[in-house]
């Protein structure tokens, strides 16, 4: 198969090479971009470290040189050096032949990343190995799109940006302040794990081997080794469990009055994300629980298991925590159809039908009140979604008039001090930006005759 494609393989390394060279003498525009580049992190292909010495045992991955610095400017993250810290920490691991895990229970190619001691740290999405994605390693998704490509995926997203979702989840989760999404963010990266064409591979091994034959020639690449991805990089939370499994535990043995509190008002910051990004999939398997009794918090992740199965109900003063993962079914360009719909399944929770509480309101109200703090939350969104090649401008007008028109309901709910059962009921409504001038400050409001698409039974 490789072999077949080589020459197709040599034509595109002849015409990277090209390329390569245009943008190296635009890389050289001035000094102070040089200084920038300087500073900036390593691409996700090379690095410092041991890495060099590991060169012959992986051969699709390049060896740094002086010519990537263009890929540098992805994963850098200065205004979050945790995060940075992090993704460097992944991208030292795929150096050190330590490769990223495909999880195997997922609809898509989904990564667990590890750092330099195999610890799993991240866990990451390429955009071209989502369901729909061109590289989707399941066949029964492609499957789906060749055979039904009428009805394929939900018709109220936009298709093949779950990776954009997943980080403006996240997004939202700190502008709100939230912190029930593990930080997540748009980031490249290369494995040999990954799902690559057999071209790609092939002409890996051929800028390798012209690398490795004629090094003057080699060093015109401006990357040598297989093409980064770009994917959401979302943070690994250690200690988690689906939230199913403990819901049914807390469906036999109440919690600790206090415990019960907090995690009333986690429940409650889950509610207030999947609502105002109007997120699809929220099931319970989607979201995990961490409970810790106070004696626990000390107990060895190598000592765990016993925990967990030891009596958890008897400790004063238990942890609660979750963490509101898999957000990339969500910020639709219009509310789903009624024969289709997607309801938010914690509405069938004991804790839905308790009216918001004045923690939530206090913290949530001002901000959604807040005309500029919305528009700014939406400029944001803007500046992270606009990178995808698909992105298109109107498409992205529509989300937003879903998600304020989301966020007008919600904000609505705290005001009256409903509950989610009954935020959910309330009619759908879409809040449109003026079409004749995007940057004014005059919005429609359009409410949907439709019954709401969802029905408490
Ligand atoms: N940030 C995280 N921290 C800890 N565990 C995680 C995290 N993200 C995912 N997982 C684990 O990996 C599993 C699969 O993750 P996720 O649901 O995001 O992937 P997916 O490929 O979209 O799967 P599916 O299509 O089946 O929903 C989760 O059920 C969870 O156990
Ligand atoms: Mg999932």
Redesign the pocket.
């Known amino acids: 198969m490789i072999d077949t494609d080589s020459d197709t393989a040599l034509i595109s390394v002849v015409e990277d090479m090209q390329a390569d060279n245009q943008l190296g003498n635009s890389a050289h525009r001035t000094d102070s971009y040089q200084e920038y580049r300087a500073n900036q992190p390593r691409s996700p292909t090379g690095g410092r470290g041991t890495g060099s010495g590991n060169k012959e045992s992986s051969p699709l991955l390049g060896p740094k040189h002086d010519h990537d610095h263009h890929e540098h400017y992805w994963n850098s993250f200065p205004d979050d050096p945790r995060f940075e810290e992090l993704v460097r920490q992944a991208e030292d691991a795929i150096e050190n032949n330590v490769f990223p895990q495909r999880?195997y229970?997922?609809?898509?190619g989904?990564y667990f990343v590890k750092n330099v001691e195999h610890k799993i740290i991240g866990?990451f999405?390429p955009k071209d190995e989502e369901p729909y994605g061109q590289l989707n390693p399941k066949w029964t998704k492609w499957m789906h799109k060749l055979c039904c490509p009428c009805c394929f995926g939900r018709s109220c997203l936009v298709p093949n940006q779950g990776y954009l979702s997943e980080a403006g989840a996240s997004l939202v989760d700190q502008k709100l302040q939230l912190n029930i999404v593990?930080k997540t963010k748009v980031v490249r990266l290369a494995s040999e794990t990954f799902n690559y064409s057999a071209i790609d591979r092939a002409k890996a091994r051929t800028k390798k081997n012209i690398y490795a034959k004629v090094p003057s020639v080699g060093r015109r690449f401006n990357r040598i080794g297989l093409p980064p991805k770009v994917g959401s990089f979302?943070?690994?939370?250690v200690g988690?469990k689906?939230a199913d499994f403990w819901l049914r535990r807390f469906d036999n043995e109440a919690l600790p009055e206090s415990t019960a509190k907090k995690f009333q008002l986690l429940f409650e910051r889950l509610v207030v994300l999947d609502y105002i990004i109007r997120n699809t999939d929220r099931g319970n398997?989607?979201w995990?629980i961490k409970y810790e009794t106070a004696s626990a918090a000390a107990v060895t992740p190598e000592t765990e298991s016993t925990r967990d199965d030891g009596d958890w109900s008897i400790v004063s003063n238990p942890e609660i925590s979750i963490?509101a993962?898999?957000n990339?079914l969500a910020f639709p360009f219009k509310h789903p159809d009624e024969w289709r719909a997607y309801p938010y399944h914690w509405a069938w929770l004991p804790q839905a039908k308790v009216p918001f509480s004045t923690d939530t309101q206090e913290q949530i109200l001002p901000l959604l009140s807040d005309m500029n703090f919305v528009q700014d939350m939406c400029d944001d969104l803007y500046d992270l979604f606009k990178h995808d090649k698909g992105f298109d401008r109107h498409t992205f007008e529509r989300q937003m008039s879903v998600m304020r028109g989301q966020i007008l309901n919600l904000t609505q709910a705290l005001k009256d001090g409903r509950s989610p059962v009954q935020l959910v009921q309330m009619p759908v409504v879409t809040v449109e930006r003026s079409r004749m001038r995007q940057d004014t400050d005059i919005f429609t409001q359009s409410f949907s005759h439709r019954a709401p698409f969802f029905s408490w039974c």
Do not use: E, W
């Open positions: 999880i229970q997922g609809s898509s989904s866990v999405k593990p979302q943070q690994f939370v988690y689906d398997d989607n995990l963490a993962i898999d990339g």
